[in-house]
């Protein structure tokens, strides 16, 4: 069975940084994006903006709201997720998702709440 656990998040102010991580277990094969989502206050699940996905050949990409700011890292032998974000702004402040097999794709960084697998978000807050 496909577990995604998430962890990492918390309370900051605007500037500061947290590093985001996901542990993946029982996922064998990889044919899809995964990467991170976040739904952000008073948005709907179907609202989840793509934040960065990576693909099968290894390439990644970023929001243009996060770009240079935030970046995915993985690690493989830890089956392990990363998104380290600096320089946090208070429209940052969202549950953060990590995801695989969600139907999105580098090109339309637009993922399924309803397919594929889902961990169960990690809140992430920044005051002004």
């Known amino acids: 069975q496909v577990q995604l656990v998430e962890s990492g998040g918390g309370s900051v102010q605007a500037g500061g940084s947290l590093r985001l991580s996901c542990v993946v277990s029982?996922?064998?094969?990889?044919?899809?994006?995964m990467g991170w989502f976040r739904q952000a206050p008073g948005k709907e699940r179907a609202e989840r903006e793509g934040v960065s996905l990576i693909d099968t050949d290894g390439r990644t990409r970023y929001a243009d709201s996060v770009k240079g700011r935030f970046t995915l890292s993985k690690d493989n032998a830890k089956n392990t997720l990363y998104l380290q974000m600096n320089s946090l702004k208070p429209e940052d402040t969202a549950t953060y998702y990590c995801?695989?097999?969600?139907?999105?794709?580098?090109?339309?960084?637009?993922?399924?709440?309803?397919?594929?697998?889902w961990g169960q978000g990690t809140q992430v807050t920044v005051s002004s």
């Open positions: 029982g996922y064998t094969y990889h044919t899809n994006c």
């Open positions: 995801a695989v097999e969600s139907r999105a794709t580098i090109s339309t960084m637009k993922g399924d709440p309803d397919a594929g697998y």
